[in-house]
Antibody, heavy 118, light 111 residues
Framework: EVQLVESGGGLIQPGGSLRLSCTVS????????MTWVRQAPGKGLEWVSF???????YYEDSVKGRVSISRDNSKNTLYLQMNSLRDEDTAVYYC????????????WGQGTVVTVSS | QSALTQPASVSGSPGQSITISCTGT?????????VSWYQQLPGKAPKLLIS???NRPSGVSNRFSGSKSGNTASLTISGLQAEDEADYYC???????????FGGGTKLTVL
């Protein structure tokens, strides 16, 4: 069974940094396209970042320069390093696999909550 | 403001059918058959319901179906059940540099 388990969320002051982790079992992160999708309180879904199997990365405009996606193949774990956090980054952050051939996010984790507040 | 437009809410009675629309442009919904639909139950993570406009992943009930006409995709739920009460989101590949766009979500209430 494939499982994605996020961790690392919490309460952080504006301007602070957090590293989110997504521990994966049942598939290998290096062989899959992985992504982070977030959902602000009471709002819709918004993709934050992609990392393709070949290592190519993409970032949503509002997080470019503040966020970095990476993976540790030995730990089969996906990361999202978030710096210079803003109030508007407050959200539930989900990691998910992205099937490029069908254009769909097919497996999701349960999410981790990031709250940016002073 | 979301790139794809969905109605904020729809409702229906048990046993009825409802349809949720998802309107985009020729750069996304109208130009590609990479439209997906997701169900998000209260307090839960999204779940893939439909991919490539009308394909159901294994395990998804055949009460859920998808279609597309022009720049508008649709999700139809037939034989509405209480457990279908959830938020539903569409997404599409886009040729614009955002890669993927989501709809704003539709809250389904089963009366």
């Amino acid at each position: 069974e494939v499982q994605l388990v996020e961790s690392g969320g919490g309460l952080i002051q504006p301007g602070g940094s957090l590293r989110l982790s997504c521990t994966v079992s049942g598939l290998t992160v290096r062989s899959n396209h992985m992504t982070w999708v977030r959902q602000a309180p009471g709002k819709g879904l918004e993709w934050v970042s992609f990392i393709y199997d070949d290592g190519t990365t993409y970032y949503e405009d509002s997080v470019k320069g503040r966020v970095s996606i990476s993976r540790d193949n030995s730990k089969n774990t996906l990361y999202l390093q978030m710096n210079s956090l803003r109030d508007e980054d407050t959200a539930v952050y989900y990691c998910a696999t992205y099937q490029l051939l069908i254009g769909a996010f097919d497996i999701w984790g349960q999410g981790t909550v990031v709250t940016v507040s002073s | 403001q979301s790139a794809l437009t969905q109605p904020a809410s729809v409702s229906g009675s048990p046993g009825q059918s409802i349809t949720i629309s998802c309107t985009g442009t020729s750069s996304d919904v109208g130009g590609y058959n990479y439209v997906s639909w997701y169900q998000q139950l209260p307090g839960k993570a999204p779940k893939l319901l439909i991919s490539e406009v009308s394909n159901r992943p294994s395990g998804v009930s055949n009460r859920f179906s998808g279609s597309k006409s022009g720049n508008t995709a649709s999700l139809t739920i037939s034989g509405l059940q209480a457990e279908d009460e959830a938020d539903y989101y569409c997404s599409s590949y886009t040729s614009i540099n955002t890669l993927v766009v989501f709809g704003g979500g539709t809250k389904l209430t089963v009366l």
